[in-house]
């Protein structure tokens, strides 16, 4: 699908923002260092404004908590070229997960001690000094099974970053797993005491407890959705006011159900 397709669809939704990422989004593109260019951010950045849509957030997710430094230094040459030119597509964040020690990005008990931890520390504050230059910021989303995997965890990160410009993607349904979905209240609001004035935008889907007692993640406004989306919306407007909510996990087919229950939501928050 060309840019300028893509830009419509997301458009006739009645949507006015989205986050880009050029290896999904652009046929052709692959992933290697030195392919980001002002001239390609420009045309992304005209595709979405032609429609009225702006590009929240860029994502470069990498593994940061890769032990093969080889390996996350490549990706760390992607994740700052982002960085460097986020104001040419016309965006102000660069957002990433904290990964896994292991490659394919699968949990590993390892994940939640504090070498990893000091791994992704050191190689956020790394991203930020390049941010700081660029007048951009570093998004990172906090997930349970990864690095960064908690609302005290996320806290910690950004005390340890040193940067303002390292900022968070708050995604409730990503703090929450088949354990401890039924504290997701305690959750939420222990997120927006900690970080709360430094969420720069928001993900919105749900998720499931299948009847087998496994935890899925789908679409908002999925039947049996779980996630307390009255206290996400309220919390996220009062602290956040005009904040980006982007949909996660839709499809074609779901996209216009998700959309006017996420709205319907927001309104009744």
């Given at each position: 699908?060309?840019?300028?397709?893509?830009?419509?669809?997301?458009?006739?939704?009645?949507?006015?923002?989205?986050?880009?990422?050029?290896?999904?989004?652009?046929?052709?593109?692959?992933?290697?260092?030195g392919r980001v260019n002002p001239g390609l951010?420009?045309?992304?950045?005209?595709?979405?404004?032609?429609?009225?849509?702006?590009?929240?957030?860029?994502?470069?997710?990498?593994?940061?908590?890769?032990?093969?430094?080889?390996?996350?230094?490549?990706?760390?040459?992607?994740?700052?070229?982002?960085?460097?030119?986020?104001?040419?597509?016309?965006?102000?964040?660069?957002?990433?997960?904290?990964?896994?020690?292991?490659?394919?990005?699968?949990?590993?008990?390892?994940?939640?001690?504090?070498?990893?931890?000091?791994?992704?520390?050191?190689?956020?504050?790394?991203?930020?000094?390049?941010?700081?230059?660029?007048?951009?910021?570093?998004?990172?989303?906090?997930?349970?099974?990864?690095?960064?995997?908690?609302?005290?965890?996320?806290?910690?990160?950004?005390?340890?970053?040193?940067?303002?410009?390292?900022?968070?993607i708050f995604d409730p349904v990503n703090l929450?797993?088949?354990?401890?979905?039924?504290?997701?209240?305690?959750?939420?609001?222990?997120?927006?005491?900690?970080?709360?004035?430094?969420?720069?935008?928001?993900?919105?889907?749900?998720?499931?407890?299948?009847?087998?007692?496994?935890?899925?993640?789908?679409?908002?406004?999925?039947?049996?959705?779980?996630?307390?989306?009255?206290?996400?919306?309220?919390?996220?407007?009062?602290?956040?006011?005009?904040?980006?909510?982007?949909?996660?996990d839709t499809t074609p087919e779901t996209l216009?159900?998700?959309?006017?229950?996420?709205?319907?939501?927001?309104?009744?928050?």
């Amino acid at each position: 699908m060309q840019l300028d397709e893509l830009a419509k669809r997301i458009a006739s939704h009645g949507l006015c923002a989205a986050q880009f990422a050029a290896v999904k989004s652009i046929p052709g593109f692959d992933s290697d260092a030195g392919r980001v260019n002002p001239g390609l951010a420009a045309y992304a950045r005209e595709a979405f404004r032609a429609e009225g849509v702006s590009i929240a957030v860029l994502g470069c997710y990498i593994n940061l908590g890769s032990p093969d430094e080889a390996d996350a230094r490549f990706h760390m040459g992607r994740f700052k070229e982002y960085l460097r030119h986020a104001r040419d597509f016309g965006c102000g964040m660069v957002g990433t997960e904290t990964g896994s020690v292991r490659a394919d990005f699968a949990f590993h008990p390892d994940n939640h001690g504090e070498a990893a931890f000091q791994r992704v520390v050191a190689r956020v504050r790394e991203l930020a000094r390049v941010a700081e230059r660029s007048g951009v910021f570093v998004a990172v989303e906090g997930v349970a099974s990864f690095v960064v995997n908690s609302p005290r965890r996320i806290r910690r990160l950004l005390d340890e970053a040193g940067s303002d410009n390292v900022q968070i993607i708050f995604d409730p349904v990503n703090l929450v797993n088949a354990d401890n979905w039924r504290e997701q209240d305690a959750i939420i609001e222990e997120s927006f005491a900690l970080f709360g004035e430094r969420m720069a935008a928001f993900h919105a889907k749900d998720f499931i407890i299948t009847p087998e007692g496994k935890y899925k993640q789908v679409a908002a406004g999925t039947a049996g959705g779980l996630l307390h989306y009255p206290l996400f919306f309220k919390l996220a407007k009062e602290r956040r006011p005009f904040g980006y909510v982007l949909l996660e996990d839709t499809t074609p087919e779901t996209l216009a159900g998700t959309v006017a229950f996420a709205r319907d939501a927001w309104e009744r928050a």
